[in-house]
C-alpha cells in the first residue's frame, strides 16, 4: 500500500467551540513522509505543530495539540476524516486555535475529501499489524482500551454514564470503508450539568445545538435554565421537560456511542501510522485514548 495525500486543498469555515472566533481552516496537500501537521498562519513565524500523541497538552474536552506556545484544539474530528478515508499527509493551517467545529461531526470534512478526491504518492505505507494484545487500563474512571491482532482494522466502543437518557449504548465499525456513511455524521454531545462550569471557565463561547447534542436530565430552576439558553443564543423552553434540547432529532438512536468510535479514530490517527487490528474500548475518551496511542505508539516506533 502507497501514502496517499488530498489531489487539491480545501478550506472549511465556522466557528470554534471554545473560543466562539470565526474561523478557517485549509487542508492542503503534503509530501510523503509529512504526516499530520497543523500550521498556526495567524502567530508570528506561523509555527508548524507536528500532530503526534507526545504533542496533545491537554484532553478534558477535546484533543489539544501544542508545540511551545502554538496550540490547536478541536482537532479530533478532522483527524478521524483523515485517517479514515486514507489520507497519510495533509498540512492544516488554521488561522486561529482551533480547528472549527462546524456541526460536531466529522462529515463536512469527509465531504469536502471525498470532493477533491486522493493522490497515490511514491512511498510505501507504514501499517501497525499488531500481533498481541495492548491494553491500556484506568481503573480510577473504568475506561479500558485493547488492541487485538485482526486481519483489517475495526472497533468496538461501549459507553456507560449514570443517564437515563444514555445509560449504556454501543457502536461497532467492522471497516473503515464504513465510516463515511456509518459514523462522520455522529454529533458530539453534552450533559446541561456540565455546560455552566464550561461557560464559567470561559469555554464554549461557541456552542450551541447545531454543534452539539444537549442532552437535560436533571430538572433545575426555570431561571438557571434560561440563563443557559441566553448563552447559547436558542429560545427558552419549558424547565419541566426533560430530554434532548436539539431540534434536529438523533441520527441514530446510539449517536452517542459512535461520535465516541469516531473519537478513537481521530485520537489514533496521532500514533502516526496506519493500525491492522481490533480496538475494544469501554467508557473511552479523549484522555484515556491519548495515553492508549502514546503507548500503541512506543510498540509501533
Not at 499489524?129 to 487500563?137: G, L, N, S
Request: aromatic share 6%; with cysteine; charged share 20%.
Amino acid at each position: 500500500m502507497t501514502q496517499q495525500t488530498l489531489k487539491a486543498p480545501f478550506t472549511l469555515r465556522g466557528k470554534g467551540l471554545h473560543t466562539g472566533l470565526d474561523l478557517t481552516a485549509t487542508f492542503q496537500p503534503a509530501a510523503a513522509g509529512h504526516g499530520y501537521k497543523i500550521q498556526r498562519t495567524d502567530l508570528p513565524g506561523q509555527p508548524v505543530i507536528d500532530v503526534v500523541a507526545e504533542n496533545v497538552v491537554d484532553t478534558s474536552r477535546g484533543t489539544v495539540v501544542a508545540n511551545g506556545d502554538a496550540r490547536c484544539s478541536t482537532i479530533e474530528h478532522c483527524m478521524a476524516a483523515l485517517y479514515a478515508l486514507g489520507v497519510d499527509n495533509c498540512l492544516i493551517q488554521t488561522d486561529g486555535p482551533e480547528v472549527p467545529i462546524l456541526d460536531g461531526s466529522a462529515r463536512y470534512v469527509v465531504e469536502a475529501i471525498n470532493r477533491v478526491g486522493l493522490q497515490a504518492q511514491d512511498a510505501e505505507r507504514r501499517e501497525f499489524v499488531v500481533t498481541e494484545d495492548i491494553t491500556f487500563t484506568d481503573e480510577e474512571n473504568g475506561c479500558t482500551l485493547t488492541l487485538s491482532p485482526a486481519d483489517g482494522f475495526s472497533i468496538d466502543a461501549t459507553i456507560a454514564f449514570q443517564s437515563q437518557f444514555i445509560e449504556s449504548q454501543r457502536a461497532v465499525l467492522e471497516s473503515l470503508d464504513s465510516f463515511a456513511d456509518e459514523i462522520s455524521a455522529a454529533r458530539t454531545f453534552v450533559f446541561v450539568r456540565e455546560i455552566m462550569p464550561l461557560l464559567q471557565l470561559g469555554l464554549i463561547k461557541g456552542g450551541d445545538l447545531d454543534n452539539a447534542i444537549v442532552i437535560y436530565e436533571h430538572e433545575v430552576s426555570q431561571q438557571v435554565l434560561d440563563g443557559l439558553a441566553d448563552a447559547l443564543g436558542v429560545a427558552h423552553r419549558d424547565a419541566t421537560r426533560l430530554g434532548y434540547l436539539n431540534t434536529r432529532p438523533l441520527t441514530w438512536p446510539n449517536e452517542p456511542a459512535r461520535h465516541k468510535l469516531l473519537d478513537i479514530i481521530g485520537d489514533m490517527a496521532l500514533i502516526g501510522c496506519r493500525l491492522r487490528g481490533r480496538i475494544t474500548a469501554l467508557r473511552p475518551g479523549h484522555t484515556v485514548n491519548n495515553k492508549f496511542a502514546r503507548l500503541v505508539r512506543s510498540k509501533a516506533f
